[in-house]
């Protein structure tokens, strides 16, 4: 099993940037394909972008394609996300989630068995 629990999120402006992390817990973190998923008032959670378990792949919405960039270091047991020229769309609570499932398309959240507790991102206009 895996816990994770993310972190980094906050208030920024417009155009601005964050960096979130995702800490796990446990020895098999290494083997887990990583996402990062979004959910915004009233809205599901979408997926945003995922890394293979080496990080060789990765993978992401279109919607963030060019702004953010997700990676990880599995000697630290974190995976990041980097999120640049931010927008106030981007606002969302962002969770962090270990894959289980590999049949399953990485943007599917059915392929995810565990998940953090979510951090708040606020984007201001």
């Known amino acids: 099993q895996v816990q994770l629990v993310e972190s980094g999120g906050g208030l920024v402006q417009a155009g601005g940037s964050l960096r979130l992390s995702c800490a796990a817990s446990g020895r098999a973190f290494s083997s887990y394909p990583m996402g990062w998923f979004r959910q915004a008032p009233g809205k599901e959670r979408e997926f945003v972008t995922a890394?293979?378990?080496?990080?060789?792949?990765?993978y992401y919405a279109d919607f963030v394609k060019g702004r953010f960039t997700i990676s990880r270091d599995n000697a630290k047991n974190t995976v990041y996300l980097q999120m640049n020229s931010l927008k106030p769309e981007d606002t969302a609570v962002y969770y962090c989630?270990?894959?289980?499932?590999?049949?399953?398309?990485?943007?599917?959240?059915?392929?995810?068995?565990?998940w953090g507790q979510g951090t708040q991102v606020t984007v201001s206009s």
């Open positions: 890394i293979s378990s080496s990080g060789s792949n990765t």
């Open positions: 989630a270990a894959r289980k499932q590999i049949y399953v398309k990485y943007d599917q959240i059915s392929g995810y068995a565990y």
